[in-house]
């Protein structure tokens, strides 16, 4: 069913990017984030944190202290 939208020039020019960088057309991109905003589809945030619920909070400290070293950053490596 067509559906006509009214939006500025500059949202306008934001999908339009937003779209090409996702390899999407705009309508694509367009309907991608109504289904996230109805629920339809999770997004990648939504999911992890539907994932995290099983983990208790003292699980999850520990999960997140053993996984600090993959926050850092040691420049011998990239040589």
Do not use: C, Q
Request: glycine share 6%; net charge negative; charged share 35%.
């Amino acid at each position: 069913m067509p559906l006509s939208l009214r939006i500025s020039r500059e949202k306008d020019e934001l999908i339009k990017k937003a779209a090409m960088k996702s390899g999407k057309t705009k309508s694509a991109f367009i309907l991608e984030a109504v289904d996230e905003k109805l629920g339809v589809v999770k997004n990648r945030e939504t999911t992890i944190r539907e994932m995290a619920g099983w983990l208790s909070h003292e699980e999850a400290a520990v999960l997140r202290k053993s996984t600090e070293v993959f926050a850092e950053i040691h420049e011998g490596d990239w040589e």
